[in-house]
DNA sequence: ATTCTTGTTCCATATTACGGAACCTTGTTC
DNA sequence: GAACAAGGTTCCGTAATATGGAACAAGAAT
């Protein structure tokens, strides 16, 4: 099926070509590994270099990527920089807990799965990354909220609302409001079967170096096996949210809780 | 002045301004933003979402960025890991020994200078950033070579030759790749007036994530004034080889020198 | 049910990208 | 110094494509 813009897909072909070479590229070279004419290679290759995309080394007349292509991606560049931060941790947590360990973001209102760490004692759960649950009714949701102004807070619930999962789940948003400042004041936040049946969860903030929440981690697992070591299972989470920020650039001595 | 190629004018820009999108870009904020017709807006995504480049939420409707543009920057991520992570040790090698220190990349079976910190005593030496220098006949380069496979070592060594530049050059590839097992088991190379006469240095590997030597680090200096201090020197390059490899996430298990 | 808004599709045509050929530059060989 | 080779660059007639206005489709709001 042809491409709605065929030059485009041209153009991205030799960008990525160039991005491959691993000293840049020829017009030549890309000409015979594209199987295309040497006219049309530079002058696509001459546009990239306008745009400010490539640049052409004088000596040797290669041609090779710039950083401006970083400025596209730095969004992207931040949640690597925080699932890179965070994996050891996660993996540490799983490893120490037996439980299931997830990190998760904000994303328009509601909370996502960016990653998760199983532990030998999982049992089978709906978490899976990419996922979206609910802020008002999970323990990463009311972390990731606890930090947002209270204008947002109330923008973030009007339009998603405070649905009723369980019996525990708070469905008031004066309630809720009031409890995010108990966990601002804790560094934890509680799910205590608020989401799903049976099911229990601990979260905590991880600050980057604005000191604004990148995003959350949390230990879930059966009330059961959760209930007797909760407090302990805080502590842990507290600690691993707070070694990721440092990793991330957070100066710990604001926010820094109550003990 | 007209870009040759006036649909990828249109399509970066594009681009940024979706990359600069918090939650993404509808088609007709973008046809808004950017004066374009929604038709032609609508395409050019269309193509963006066909090569890879960006997806649409099914729900909002709203375009946005892939993680595809990463792996056209993946080499830019890589050299910028090194270069970041080594900087300030670069800087604290040169302060405190007071001579000149060098970090270095294997590119086509030579090394290649991509970041440099003076000392107060620098002399004038041949090195600078973008210079290409041999393998066998210096610190940087048999530390580079010597956490090779034995057939790249000798494809490279069949390549490149061992050219004799003073009376110490290793000129033998038997020999040499002796040499590099004692480099292994130390930890450090030496070039003592190997390449250069009256100049001596030391270096050390850096490792990266994945266990693979990424980069190595030297300190260069006039033979009578690295002499006397050759084993603390080592020592120091050392340290601080280990101290980068771990930022940039080595396991120091293995390939623990040793002591 | 109607209206509004936004996303999507169509297609005649204006515009642009194409690519072959020629030219220019630099390096190599004799 | 001349000739040759290789690779980068430019030109321009034209084929191919991108354009964008109009219309349509879908969903939300009233």
Chains 1, 2 share one sequence.
Not at 77 to 86: F, G, K, M, Y
Not at 143 to 169: C, M, Q, V
Not at 233 to 257: F, N
């Amino acid at each position: 099926m042809e491409t709605p813009v065929k030059s485009l897909e041209r153009a991205f072909r030799l960008a990525e070509a160039v991005g491959q070479a691993k000293d840049g590229a020829t017009v030549t070279g890309l000409a015979e590994a594209l199987a295309l004419p040497k006219s049309t290679v530079h002058r696509l290759l001459s546009a990239f270099v306008q745009l400010g995309y490539m640049e052409q080394d004088e000596q040797s007349g290669r041609y090779r990527l710039t950083a401006k292509w970083l400025s596209l991606v730095t969004r992207f560049l931040a949640d690597l920089d925080v699932r890179q931060a965070a994996r050891r941790s996660l993996e540490a947590l799983a490893e120490e807990t037996g439980e299931v360990v997830h990190l998760v973001v904000l994303n328009d209102g509601e909370a996502v799965y960016i990653d998760k760490v199983e532990g030998k004692e999982t049992i089978r759960m709906h978490s899976r990354i990419g996922h979206r649950a609910p802020v008002h009714c999970t323990a990463v949701g009311k972390t990731l909220l606890a930090y947002r102004s209270e204008d947002d807070i109330r923008t973030i619930l009007r339009k998603h609302g405070l649905a009723r999962h369980t019996p525990n789940t708070i469905t008031d948003a004066q309630a809720l409001i009031a409890h995010l400042a108990e966990v601002r004041q804790n560094g934890v936040a509680f799910d205590h079967e608020e989401n799903e049946p049976g099911i229990s969860c601990v979260a905590a903030p991880i600050f980057d170096h604005t000191g604004a929440v990148a995003a959350a981690l949390s230990i879930s697992g059966p009330t059961e096996r959760m209930r007797p070591r909760l407090a302990a299972l805080a502590d842990r989470v507290r600690e691993a949210g707070a070694a990721i920020s440092a990793r991330l650039g957070h100066d710990r001595s604001d926010r820094e809780t109550v003990r």
